[in-house]
């Protein structure tokens, strides 16, 4: 027997092999780790270690739902191998940069790489299986990637030492040959005859890329050094580009989003509250290292052990999802995946110096927990809302989506803290007690907004309660 036919008659030796490949996104938040070491190596600034981060994130959020429709047309095994062969020259060529500029070409390399895999893996873990084990497949594959993002700091911190601060680029090169060595085990999915007959559509794709690329990178170059035009004129040009791409929607004759789902208003709804819970959950990693720190007093180790507690979350939420989905219905268990996540940022917000490290573990275990349950009975039920053919368009836009939520909470969250702080100083609070109440605000408002949001989405009962 081949190792494609052993593939079908054991899922989950593919499943382990999309995993796998998908888990290196979910690693590059050992990059993370590298930060101090990487702004040293270069003589940089702090603030230009930021484009570290959004030169990645940008590349790989404008050409997933491209690719992930490429993956429609051409087959998603496809596409996921073009990720991982390019993956291999990508991570090499960011650990061997010998400068910031070529660091900085090499993530995006990266991205793209990111772009391929991600778009293709959901569509291929649930081609895998019966529709009926759909949602198990999705949770087994969310699960690897939270596992993923739970070892990733871990292993960085130590190819750090070993290594510099290549090592978190190194330690995925070997990662990356295994997946594409077993391969093999992921059987080829049949393309669509109807996609094939019709042709694509190579505008909207492009215009589509535009607007998501403008509409990210305009918040990411406020505080720069750049003109506020320069954000205004980014800005704008997403919105046009955003325009001219539900334009060509209509005229398309094979549009990219099939149009009954972009009439399906529950699926427009939960891809926008997809966007409000990643928003809100992003809170965690990106402010809670800073209150360890500062008001806790906890050092590098410390923090790492408890950042590690929201991915341990997620993996406990999407190992629950499918049996949460048996037992609720999908659309109700990302309801209560949602607001989990708001009661995780609840509590967080009633932290003090004096809080008891058992609440302060819970309000982290609860908030990725949440997540977790939510991602995966999302992704559940877009796929379910969108033609078979259209599995890797699914796919990448619950990837998108997420992206998006994640890089708007980094600017807006970030913003708000800082002004929240200063006005306390200013009221004559010392910088701890302006920090402390700054970070209870933010958390107390986004988790109030949060819950605002899902109970005025209760009121349309289709899109979570059917």
């Known amino acids: 027997m081949t190792l494609a036919a052993r593939a079908f008659s054991s899922p989950l030796a593919g499943l382990a092999v999309i995993g796998l490949g998908a888990s290196l996104a979910s690693m590059d938040v050992a990059v993370n780790v590298a930060f101090p070491a990487i702004t ?32 429609d047309a051409i087959g998603h095994r496809q596409v996921f191998r073009a990720g991982l062969i390019l993956g291999v020259f990508a991570y090499a060529g960011c650990a061997l940069a010998p400068d910031y500029s070529w660091l ?16 293709c893996a959901p569509a291929l873990a649930t081609q895998l299986f019966a529709e009926d084990r759909r ?10 990637s939270a596992l993923a993002a739970v070892v990733a700091p871990v292993v960085g911190g130590l190819s750090i030492v070993w290594l510099d601060w290549s ?7 070997p990662i990356v040959l295994l997946a594409l060595a077993a391969l093999p085990l992921v059987p080829t999915t049949p393309t669509s005859p109807r ?29 720069a050094g750049t003109s506020p035009w320069r954000t205004l004129l980014l800005g704008s040009t997403g919105i046009v580009c955003l325009l001219g ?3 060509q929607q209509h005229r398309a ?23 409000a819970v990643n928003f809100v959950a992003f809170a965690v990693p990106l402010l809670v290292p800073y209150y360890l720190a500062r008001v806790s007093g906890y050092a590098g180790d410390g923090i790492g052990v408890a950042l590690a507690l929201s991915p341990l979350g997620m993996l406990l939420g999407s190992a629950c999802a499918p049996r949460a989905a048996r ?12 607001c989990a996540v708001a009661c995780g940022s609840l509590l967080i917000c009633a932290w003090s110096a004096q809080t008891h490290l058992p609440l302060m573990f819970a309000s982290l275990l609860l908030n990725g927990a949440g997540l977790g349950l939510f991602q995966v009975a999302y992704t559940d039920v877009t796929v379910a809302s969108l033609p078979r053919d259209a599995r890797g368009v699914a796919g990448s836009l619950t990837m998108v989506t997420r992206t998006i939520g994640v890089v708007t909470a980094a600017s807006a969250l970030t913003w708000a803290v800082t002004y929240l702080e200063r006005r306390h100083s200013a009221s004559g609070a010392d910088a701890l007690t302006a920090f402390a109440t700054a970070f209870s605000s933010v958390f107390l408002a986004i988790a109030i907004a949060l819950a605002v949001l899902l109970i005025l989405g209760c009121l349309r009962r289709s899109l979570w309660l059917q």
């Open 40 to 71: 040293a190596a270069f003589s940089l600034e702090t603030r230009a270690i930021r484009w570290v981060v959004v030169y990645y994130v940008v590349t790989y959020a404008c050409l997933m739902l491209a690719f992930g429709r490429l993956g």
């Open 104 to 119: 900085l070409l090499a993530r995006i390399a990266q991205g793209v790489s990111t772009a391929l895999v991600l778009s």
């Open 135 to 144: 949602t198990k497949a999705l949770g087994a594959y969310a699960a690897i």
């Open 167 to 173: 090592g978190v680029f190194w330690f995925r090169v």
């Open 195 to 223: 996609r094939a007959a019709t042709g694509p559509d190579r505008i909207g794709p492009l215009l589509l890329a535009a607007a998501i690329a403008s509409l990210l990178l305009s918040p990411s170059v406020i505080g």
């Open 245 to 247: 791409f539900v334009v």
């Open 253 to 275: 004759e094979n549009p990219f989003f099939p149009r009954s789902a972009v009439r399906d208003l529950d699926l427009v709804l939960l891809n926008l509250f997809s966007i």
């Open 327 to 338: 037992t609720l219905g999908t659309r109700r268990s990302a309801l209560l995946g949602a």
